[in-house]
């Protein structure tokens, strides 16, 4: 079965500090990852996928992702916060031999002024 | 496109009554699946569709009913309802099964049962 782990449940960083969310991920096949993201009161939206073309991702509002098979972790990073960018972040996987996607538990980041 | 809608968008139950959450999409997407999410616990897929006829369990099951006889529908039902069900419920779809397509999401549906 895969499952992923997101460490973290809080997470605060000061206003243009470098946002770290970290995802780990267990599965027997090659994973199909995402993260994505929930505003208040809001569903859910896709930041960015990996899909096995290229290992460093990039996806919308300045976020980045790294594959890193080795260490079975999928960590999502921005260089710079933005007050925007205060929400809670889901890590996800799935592959193409499953038709479950699991979440995460999620991470709420937090941006201090 | 409206995209994935839900209804109703709050409602509250007492213990043992029952209801459907309504969910439809106008993408014409083949997989369509139902969430819950809880404080903590992140999102927990409770039934999911990977087309018109054919539904599957998800984590947690138990406590609700699914069908899928409309590409455009996916309803979810609540037989006899339990305070163990308050949650938020969301009703996601995607183009097609076994394939690392984008997830649309609908707002939501917030279930109080008392």
């Known amino acids: 079965a895969q499952s992923v782990t997101q460490l973290g449940s809080h997470v605060s960083v000061s206003e243009g500090a470098l946002v770290l969310l970290r995802c780990n991920y267990s599965?027997?096949?090659?994973?199909?990852l995402f993260w994505y993201v929930q505003y208040p009161n809001q569903g859910l939206q896709l930041l960015l996928k990996y899909t096995s073309a290229a290992t460093l991702v990039k996806g919308i509002n300045g976020f980045e992702a790294e594959f890193k098979k080795s260490e079975t972790s999928f960590h999502l990073t921005k260089p710079s916060a933005h007050m925007s960018d205060a929400a809670e972040y889901f890590c996800?996987?799935?592959?193409?031999?499953?038709?479950?996607?699991?979440f995460g538990k999620g991470t709420r980041l937090h941006i201090l002024p | 496109n409206a995209g994935v809608t839900q209804t109703p968008k709050f409602q509250v139950l007492k213990t043992g009554q029952s209801m459907t959450l309504q969910c439809a999409q106008d993408?014409?997407?083949?997989?369509m699946s139902w969430y819950r999410q809880d404080p903590g616990m992140g999102l927990r897929l409770i039934h999911y569709s990977v087309g018109a006829g054919i539904t599957d369990q998800g984590e947690v099951p138990n406590g609700y009913n699914v069908s899928r006889s409309t590409t455009e529908d996916f309803p979810l039902r609540l037989l006899s309802a339990a305070p163990s069900q308050t949650s938020v419920y969301f009703c996601a779809s995607s183009e097609v099964r076994g394939a690392p397509y984008e997830q649309y999401f609908g707002p939501g549906t917030r279930l109080t049962v008392t």
């Open positions: 599965s027997s096949v090659p994973p199909y």
């Open positions: 996800a996987v799935t592959s193409n031999r499953d038709d479950k996607i699991i």
């Open positions: 993408m014409n997407h083949e997989y």
